[in-house]
């Protein structure tokens, strides 16, 4: 007798959720280079963000930012101040974390912020 894992649409989206944040997570943390061999930096991932969330201090310090990085099915946003890729996807959460930041995304986020 063999042991057979029945797909349904919540372990189809649970995994597809989980497999993108992990994604992004190891992104962030190892780098990774574009489609003509490039490393990519933190300026060149900003300009695929489809928003930013700025968190600041009560005397506007940059402390981090959010970066929605997909919207819709699944959202994921990026959080530099807690290190963490987070996912939702109807009720399904997902989270990852970093300990590195490969393409110094958190200085290029602060860096704009002080542009503003």
């Known amino acids: 007798m063999t042991n057979t894992v029945k797909l349904t649409s919540n372990n189809v989206r649970t995994n597809f959720l989980q497999n993108n944040v992990q994604s992004i997570a190891q992104d962030l943390q190892n780098g990774y280079t574009s489609d003509d061999g490039k490393d990519v930096d933190g300026y060149d991932y900003l300009a695929d963000a489809l928003d930013i969330e700025y968190i600041v201090s009560s005397e506007k ?15 994921i946003w990026i959080n530099t101040k807690t290190k963490t890729v987070e996912g939702y996807w109807w009720n399904e959460t997902q989270f990852a974390s970093y300990d590195h930041d490969y393409m110094d995304l958190d200085s290029v986020l602060e860096e704009l912020w002080e542009g503003c």
């Open 61 to 75: 310090k940059f402390l981090g930012a959010r970066v929605c990085v997909a919207f819709g099915g699944p959202t």
